[in-house]
């Protein structure tokens, strides 16, 4: 069974830090695109990161642009966003996802782009 699981959410003050992991089980996406939404609560699910899957090229959304990193290590099959200067609008479920192709130098930025998702982990941040 293909599976994403992401952790590392929780409770933060403004301005503090969080690093939330996705990790994969079941088949590797070492060498698949892979990106991470988040959907606040009354919200649509919105994009935040997305990386190669080599990790040469990242992109992000302009309200995370310079507090957030992606990152992956692929011996791991994991994924990471790094998240600093958080802000209570950044309190959202945050949600790791998988594109299908592979070796893809391609960056994904649409929710229906991606073909795997993970369960979501909730970050919620205090003022």
């Known amino acids: 069974q293909v599976r994403l699981v992401e952790s590392g959410g929780g409770l933060v003050q403004a301005g503090g830090s969080l690093r939330l992991s996705c990790a994969a089980s079941?088949?590797?996406?070492?060498?698949?695109?892979m990106g991470w939404f988040r959907q606040a609560p009354g919200k649509e699910r919105e994009f935040v990161a997305a990386?190669?899957?080599?990790?040469?090229?990242?992109t992000y959304a302009d309200s995370v642009k310079g507090r957030f990193t992606i990152s992956r290590d692929n011996t791991k099959n994991t994924v990471y966003l790094q998240m600093n200067i958080l802000k209570p609008e950044d309190t959202a479920v945050y949600f790791c996802?998988?594109?299908?192709?592979?070796?893809?130098?391609?960056?994904?930025?649409?929710?229906?782009?991606?073909?795997?998702w993970g369960q979501g982990t909730q970050v919620t941040v205090s003022s």
């Open positions: 996802a998988a594109h299908r192709s592979i070796y893809s130098t391609d960056i994904y930025v649409q929710e229906n782009e991606y073909d795997y």
């Open positions: 079941g088949r590797t996406f070492s060498t698949n695109p």
């Open positions: 990386i190669t899957w080599s990790g040469a090229r990242t």
